[in-house]
C-alpha cells in the first residue's frame, strides 16, 4: 500500500497544530493558578496574638448570644420542669393527630439486634462499631 504524500504532510501539520493548542492551552491553565489566597496569614483557634491587648486571636461571643436552634425559652417542653420543680402537665395540648402520629411511629420503628448496626440500608447487618 502506497502512501499519499500530501497526506502525510496534512498529518504532520495537524500534529503540530495540536500540539501547538495543547501547549497554549496548559500554559493559560498555569497562569491561572495563583496561591495568593491559599497561602494567607491567619491564625488558628486559641494561637496567641499581639494585636489585641488580651493577646488571644480569637474574640469571646457578645454576651447573651445564643446559636441558632438552641433558644430553649419553654422549660416545661424542653425538661419537664416547671420553676425547677418536675411537672405533672404536659407541655402542649394532645390531639388525636398527635397520639395517631406517636402510634405510627411505635409501630414502624426499627430495632437493630443486639450487637449490631442498622447500617444504610436498615438491615442490620456487621458488627458495632464497624
Do not use: W
Amino acid at each position: 500500500m502506497r502512501s499519499n504524500p500530501q497526506l502525510a504532510i496534512a498529518r504532520a501539520r495537524l500534529a503540530r497544530c495540536s500540539g501547538i493548542v495543547y501547549l497554549a492551552t496548559a500554559a493559560m491553565l498555569l497562569c491561572g493558578c495563583r496561591l495568593d489566597m491559599h497561602v494567607q496569614p491567619k491564625y488558628l483557634p486559641y494561637e496567641p496574638t499581639t494585636f489585641f491587648d488580651d493577646g488571644r486571636s480569637e474574640r469571646p461571643p457578645v454576651p447573651g448570644t445564643v446559636a441558632r436552634g438552641h433558644l430553649h425559652l419553654d422549660e416545661l417542653l424542653y425538661t419537664g420542669k416547671e420553676n425547677g420543680v418536675e411537672s405533672n402537665r404536659f407541655p402542649f395540648p394532645m390531639t388525636h393527630e398527635d397520639l395517631e402520629r406517636g402510634r405510627q411511629r411505635r409501630e414502624h420503628r426499627v430495632v437493630a439486634p443486639p450487637g449490631q448496626h442498622l447500617g444504610r440500608t436498615l438491615a442490620g447487618v456487621g458488627p458495632v462499631g464497624v
